[in-house]
């Protein structure tokens, strides 16, 4: 992709995904992930239906009129996006490959966490950590993570979301916010999951096409895997061979909700074809 085609890309996904998180987005997030705590902002007159627990005592006794103390929510959160760039995430039969909605929900993401003036960040992770970019506040800062979205070449096609977790545990000290894209086409990483989980606000977001969750019988074809690399002939006239993929794919995608869900995590399925905007507002609002 060359300079000018990328940034007509960057700037196609920056004004869909601003609209939503402008609109759409920003007061869901603002309302579902609250800050830290609350800091003393002023002191102001009693009003009806103030809560006489923040009377403040000194200033009502000097000037004879009740003052009850403000509070401000004390937001500063971090934001990390973790993003699974192994070779699965290019599959695509509904019009859109996998890493392209991926890149859109990071977007809004991104965007709504700006919005509400957070520090966002990226992990890029296969089966090693890709590339990490440090959270930091600021419109740029989101374009920057964008590009990296759409032109980063792995240097691996496998996954391990167990080594991407612990990079996270290693690299975020305090509490933050993480939403986690892949497929989820793996296994061993709960005992990871669960103790980031008890430190961080994590989100799983399993982005899948349908087609990926069973073969279809069109007789004996010569497959790629993408992780791999490895070409083999597969019959998929054969029930038994349908039926094995579709017990090895339904296998991991119980294991990611189990993982998730016991460790006190979130999840949310997008499916390519479907809107993620429902599925993510849905999520928001069901917190």
């Given at each position: 992709?060359?300079?000018?085609?990328?940034?007509?890309?960057?700037?196609?996904?920056?004004?869909?995904?601003?609209?939503?998180?402008?609109?759409?987005?920003?007061?869901?997030?603002?309302?579902?992930?609250?800050?830290?705590?609350?800091?003393?902002?002023?002191?102001?007159?009693?009003?009806?239906?103030?809560?006489?627990?923040?009377?403040?005592?000194?200033?009502?006794?000097?000037?004879?009129?009740?003052?009850?103390?403000?509070?401000?929510?004390?937001?500063?959160?971090?934001?990390?996006?973790?993003?699974?760039?192994?070779?699965?995430?290019?599959?695509?039969?509904?019009?859109?490959?996998?890493?392209?909605?991926?890149?859109?929900?990071?977007?809004?993401?991104?965007?709504?966490?700006?919005?509400?003036?957070?520090k966002?960040?990226?992990?890029?992770?296969s089966?090693?950590?890709?590339?990490?970019?440090?959270?930091?506040?600021?419109?740029?800062?989101?374009?920057?993570?964008i590009?990296?979205?759409?032109?980063?070449?792995?240097?691996?096609?496998?996954?391990?979301?167990?080594?991407?977790?612990?990079?996270?545990?290693?690299?975020?000290?305090?509490?933050?916010?993480?939403?986690?894209?892949?497929?989820?086409?793996?296994?061993?990483?709960?005992?990871?999951?669960k103790?980031?989980?008890?430190?961080?606000?994590?989100?799983?977001?399993?982005?899948?096409?349908?087609?990926?969750?069973?073969?279809?019988?069109?007789?004996?074809?010569?497959?790629?895997?993408?992780?791999?690399?490895?070409?083999?002939?597969?019959?998929?006239a054969?029930?038994?061979?349908?039926?094995?993929?579709?017990i090895?794919?339904?296998?991991?995608?119980?294991?990611?909700?189990?993982?998730?869900?016991?460790?006190?995590?979130?999840?949310?399925?997008?499916?390519?074809?479907?809107?993620?905007?429902?599925?993510?507002?849905?999520?928001?609002?069901?917190?």
């Amino acid at each position: 992709m060359d300079t000018k085609e990328l940034l007509k890309k960057v700037r196609k996904i920056e004004i869909k995904t601003r609209r939503l998180s402008d609109h759409i987005f920003g007061g869901e997030y603002h309302s579902t992930f609250k800050g830290r705590g609350m800091t003393f902002s002023e002191v102001r007159q009693y009003q009806f239906g103030d809560d006489v627990r923040n009377i403040d005592w000194n200033v009502t006794a000097r000037t004879n009129e009740p003052h009850v103390k403000v509070f401000e929510e004390e937001r500063e959160l971090t934001m990390m996006l973790m993003a699974d760039v192994s070779g699965s995430k290019l599959f695509g039969t509904q019009n859109q490959f996998k890493d392209e909605i991926v890149t859109e929900i990071a977007a809004t993401l991104a965007f709504s966490a700006t919005q509400n003036n957070d520090k966002i960040g990226l992990i890029l992770f296969s089966d090693e950590i890709e590339l990490f970019i440090p959270p930091k506040k600021g419109r740029s800062h989101v374009l920057r993570i964008i590009r990296e979205l759409l032109e980063f070449k792995p240097k691996s096609k496998k996954t391990n979301i167990s080594e991407a977790i612990k990079f996270l545990s290693n690299v975020m000290k305090k509490k933050a916010i993480v939403f986690m894209l892949s497929d989820f086409v793996a296994d061993d990483y709960n005992q990871t999951l669960k103790i980031a989980a008890g430190k961080h606000d994590i989100t799983g977001i399993r982005v899948f096409d349908k087609h990926e969750a069973e073969i279809p019988n069109i007789g004996m074809v010569q497959m790629q895997d993408e992780e791999t690399g490895e070409l083999i002939l597969v019959n998929t006239a054969s029930k038994k061979v349908r039926n094995n993929y579709s017990i090895f794919y339904q296998e991991k995608v119980e294991y990611y909700k189990d993982a998730f869900t016991k460790s006190g995590a979130g999840t949310i399925d997008c499916r390519v074809d479907e809107s993620y905007v429902k599925k993510l507002l849905g999520y928001f609002k069901r917190r």
